[in-house]
């Protein structure tokens, strides 16, 4: 019967190692490359004894004439084997391409900006995270003491003890604005982090952390509940 030959496939699936969920974790790496090989490897009894998953960059899909796979070619050794050897997972596959299409694609632009914000947030941090020192001189004092004590002060940050004279008065400026251009950095990373969730989960509120209306996290959690269903329905086909 049907749900006989069903629990039949089940026992051989999860009999090989990692069972069922080994081979879904496999096929899952087609989310981040848009597709998955794993090569399936027989036992001497003709049982599957493995599904051996494969970098997919290494591998090329050879198409016949009305776009099925026929073979699968391993790029770095030009070595051609049948697709009947495999087991393709095709993620976001449009218009009949093989190759299908990661997540990461939709994610990219917002992952780039973030290190590129994140390089211009240590870069600010380095020059205006510590204030400047100011010292207050004697007007008797030459230019050549002025000098030096400027290039002490100027390595102060990495100096752990300064002596001066009693008629030397040290302070610190720390000039307005400072805290809210760390601010806007901060701003920045929060709201591209929320892309980068929105991109791959298609919602962000499950991820984020942030509160919120009980309305706005159940829909938030109903889109997620939705890709995941999706997602197993098109892992099961």
Do not use: C
């Amino acid at each position: 019967t049907q749900y006989g030959a069903a629990a039949i496939v089940e026992a051989a699936l999860n009999q090989i190692p990692g069972g069922i969920a080994g081979i879904v974790t496999g096929a899952l790496e087609a989310l981040a490359m848009g597709y998955a090989v794993g090569e399936l490897v027989w036992g001497a009894q003709g049982q599957l004894s493995e599904v051996r998953w494969h970098d997919p960059r290494r591998w090329q899909f050879v198409s016949d004439d009305y776009g099925n796979i026929v073979e699968l070619q391993l790029r770095d050794h030009g070595l051609y084997f049948p697709r009947e050897a495999f087991v393709v997972y095709s993620y976001q596959a449009r218009y009949g391409n093989p190759y299908g299409e990661s997540d990461l694609m939709g994610a990219y632009r917002p992952w780039s900006q973030k290190d590129l914000v994140q390089r211009m947030w240590l870069s600010a941090l380095d020059r205006f995270g510590a204030p400047i020192p100011v010292a207050t001189v004697p007007l008797t004092w030459t230019q050549s003491e002025v000098d030096s004590l400027s290039s002490l002060l100027a390595k102060l940050q990495n100096e752990s003890a300064l002596v001066v004279t009693n008629d030397v008065e040290l302070s610190t400026a720390l000039q307005e604005g400072r805290v809210e251009p760390a601010r806007a950095f901060h701003v920045a990373s929060e709201w591209l982090d929320t892309q980068i969730a929105r991109a791959i989960l298609g919602q962000d509120l499950t991820t984020n952390g942030t509160g919120g209306s009980y309305a706005l996290a159940k829909v938030h959690q109903d889109v997620l509940n939705q890709w995941i269903a999706a997602l197993r329905t098109d892992l099961a086909e």
